[in-house]
């Protein structure tokens, strides 16, 4: 098997409409009382800190199958029926993980523990979202950059714990992708270490239009 493409990268600028939306506010700032914008504005300062993006991805031939979507030099099956649906037409499939690492996450439990849950609630948030567009940019960006230069097309992506493709993959998830060179481990019951890491798989099609 390849050795993975690992990368790191900026994660600004901050998804900051997205971070207001997730702690239950309209996405416009004007939305948000003065005393928790004060907060939230703290902490998007001092969030880009914490973080740093790093990702890594292998691309696979994609066979598919009545189960789901094999992919070759992995020697994996990626047991899905909806995975195989998205994926249908594609030559090949991108396995990814990315995180924007664990200092983040450090600094919440810090301030949980000195009792300023609204700060820790708050750069949670900041970190969530940041993450989730993190993995946008791999998606949308780095791989799909890559894909361009070949003359493919990208898929939407799907996440290992949605529909009908179980939580318990994560740990193939990691060997495949090769996620601990990024930085990144499955626990036993298969959550990601860092907690704020995106794991995705994404098909490769012959063409010229972007899905």
Not at 68 to 75: I, N, R, S
Not at 150 to 156: A, D, N, V
């Amino acid at each position: 098997m390849r050795t993975p493409r690992v990368l790191e990268f900026d994660v600004q600028p901050l998804p900051v409409g997205a971070v207001i939306r997730r702690i239950g506010y309209p996405r416009s700032d004007h939305s948000v009382p003065e005393n928790v914008k004060a907060i939230l504005d703290a902490e998007l300062s001092r969030a880009p800190d914490l973080m740093k993006g790093r990702c890594a991805y292998r691309i696979f031939a994609a066979v598919f199958n009545q189960e789901g979507v094999f992919l070759k030099e992995a020697g994996w099956t990626v047991r899905s029926l909806q995975v195989r649906r998205m994926l249908e037409g594609s030559e090949y499939a991108a396995v990814f993980m990315v995180t924007i690492g664990p200092d983040l996450e450090r600094e919440v439990a810090r301030l949980m523990q000195q009792g300023e849950m609204t700060r820790a609630w708050i750069l949670d948030a900041v970190g969530s979202e940041t993450v989730d567009e993190a993995a946008n940019r791999v998606h949308h960006q780095i791989i799909q950059k890559e894909a361009d230069t070949q003359g493919y097309t990208i898929t939407p992506r799907f996440s290992p714990g949605y529909g009908d493709w179980p939580l318990s993959c994560q740990k193939e998830m990691l060997r495949v992708s090769g996620g601990r060179h990024a930085g990144i481990r499955v626990t036993d019951s298969f959550l990601m270490r860092p907690r704020k890491s995106v794991s995705a798989l994404l098909g490769w099609k012959r063409g010229k239009t972007h899905e």
